[in-house]
């Protein structure tokens, strides 16, 4: 249901931006001359391309960045936000798209740090834990304010930040990407809470590239398109395509599977009855048996917590199965590491794109070409072939499209969706016989997804055998031949994708159905 303000009441701006220009010291320019005005009581959504601008406007607002040019007007009065306390004091909060919780930390520790409640020289943590029960009563988020943030669910660490953003008496909350790592059920159950906050008084913006969740909660909307605002207004006056074309600038075609028959082809991954009891509750798996076909897209679908993550931990050597056995093209690969996975052509597009896809503050050549540095084409005897090196990852930057400013740019000066290409990029350029894509298009534009599924299909009709792990359904829907739900760490049923719906898959993803 698409909010929608009173639109004969007077509009009082709650943030005007006027002018603001960012330039970073390497010469990229993030933002020109942008202008628009946030309305109080309203939820505004912020739009635009992977590098456009959007986070870099939104830490400016939170004074994580500062301006290059221009001012800020808060509440009808121009303000430096100098740092983020200075934010707070305002009333300005943030949850960023990668949650800064301390995970060894309470929930009352995490929302506490900074400004612990103390008895004498000694923090009152008892204080601490009726301040996160006060404010998740009021703000109806419920967390226990002692539970460890490592042991919550991803949904519920995102409360945690949420609560901790609103800690503050919080008039404006900023939310980047609030929904990239939540299933659709914890999505919506979201939306109820921030419909909440705004009937509380609470001014929303939200960073989004999903244009359904955009029309399900914003009632204005703001397109940022490299660095300038290309649009400005009330989102029920725009039509999905327009609002499509204004973010890419061009009309974005969507790649679908077509409908094939591989119940004969090669089985590439087979897993039987595999289990692993130890480690993370939420990454353990029970007694599973999977095949994975040459040429077919496997989703997994299943709530956060369910085991797919054990799944990709197992078929690309990070952990090995307490018992069971797993092959890859017959061989042997139980007690495989990822290097002996990667060997024997595993490639893996992880869901973390900083951590475990690239390493941060090295260059984009060395992130492309890891793991690959000593294949013949880019060595001469002992020596490496930098030229060839810095060659091939020219062409991947173009190819997959990814902005920056050369390779030799560290990574994490990259946004999290253009170093999702440059890594999505480095594994389907291996040409592998098996491929695990977990979370492929989580934080990323458009036309990025549309080009990432563009791939996965090429590389499935090549002969590649495809584990597709994602909380979008409608991408899993899209892609995959056939769909694994898991329950509770076993795989509840496999579903051929022959006209499967959510409404289909909802059961046996809660538990409510099993497979006959």
Not at 82 to 101: E, K, R
Not at 190 to 201: D, E, K
Request: hydrophobic share 45%.
């Amino acid at each position: 249901m698409q909010m929608t303000g009173d639109e004969t009441a007077p509009q009082k701006a709650l943030v005007e931006f006027r002018e603001i220009g960012k330039t970073y010291p390497n010469g990229t320019v993030a933002l020109r001359n942008v202008s628009f005005q946030v309305i109080e009581g309203d939820i505004l959504a912020v739009c635009g391309e992977n590098g456009a601008g959007k986070s870099t406007l939104m830490k400016i607002l939170a004074g994580i960045e500062q301006p290059t040019q221009g001012t800020i007007h808060y509440e009808g009065r121009q303000r430096r936000i100098a740092d983020p306390n200075v934010a707070g004091d305002m009333g300005i909060g943030m949850v960023h798209q990668h949650f800064s919780l301390i995970r060894s930390l309470s929930v009352a520790e995490n929302l506490a740090l900074g400004q612990e409640p103390r008895r004498g020289l000694l923090i009152d943590r008892r204080a601490a834990a009726d301040r996160v029960r006060e404010l998740a009563q009021k703000f109806f988020l419920d967390v226990d304010p002692n539970t460890k943030v490592g042991s919550l669910s991803v949904a519920a660490q995102q409360k945690v930040e949420i609560l901790k953003a609103l800690s503050r008496n919080t008039r404006l909350l900023i939310l980047d990407e609030p929904s990239a790592v939540l299933t659709p059920q914890e999505t919506q159950e979201l939306f109820v809470q921030l419909r909440s906050l705004r009937a509380r008084g609470v001014t929303i913006i939200f960073i989004s590239h999903k244009l359904h969740e955009v029309r399900a909660l914003a009632n204005r909307i703001t397109v940022i398109r490299s660095g300038e605002v290309v649009e400005d207004g009330v989102l029920s006056e725009m039509s999905d395509a327009a609002i499509s074309k204004l973010v890419m600038g061009v009309d974005v075609t969507r790649a679908s599977r077509n409908q094939r028959d591989l119940s004969a082809a090669t089985p590439v991954v087979v897993v039987k009855k595999a289990t692993v009891a130890t480690g993370d509750a939420d990454r353990r798996i029970d007694a599973i048996d999977l095949t994975i076909r040459a040429g077919e897209i496997l989703g997994i679908a299943g709530v956060d917590g369910s085991g797919q993550e054990g799944v990709v931990d197992l078929l690309c050597g990070n952990v090995q199965p307490d018992e069971g056995d797993i092959a890859l093209l017959g061989k042997p690969m139980a007690l495989a590491t990822t290097l002996d996975w990667r060997r024997a052509g595993m490639a893996h597009l992880p869901g973390d794109r900083f951590q475990i896809g690239g390493a941060p503050h090295m260059s984009l050549v060395d992130n492309v070409m890891a793991g690959s540095h000593r294949d013949k084409q880019f060595t001469r005897g002992p020596f490496l072939r930098v030229g060839a090196m810095v060659a091939r990852t020219n062409e991947l930057i173009k190819t997959f499209n990814v902005r920056c400013l050369g390779p030799r740019e560290p990574l994490n000066s990259l946004s999290g969706g253009n170093a999702q290409k440059l890594v999505a990029a480095r594994e389907f350029s291996s040409n592998p016989k098996f491929l695990i894509v977990n979370q492929p298009t989580r934080g990323i534009d458009v036309a990025a997804a549309a080009m990432i599924h563009g791939e996965l299909l090429r590389l499935s009709q090549n002969g590649a055998a495809i584990l597709l792990v994602t909380s979008d359904l409608d991408e899993l829907l899209q892609l995959s031949d056939r769909v694994a739900v898991m329950f509770d760490a076993r795989i509840a049923v496999v579903l051929e994708n022959d006209g499967l719906t959510p409404e289909r898959l909802g059961p046996y993803m809660l538990g409510l159905e099993k497979a006959s």
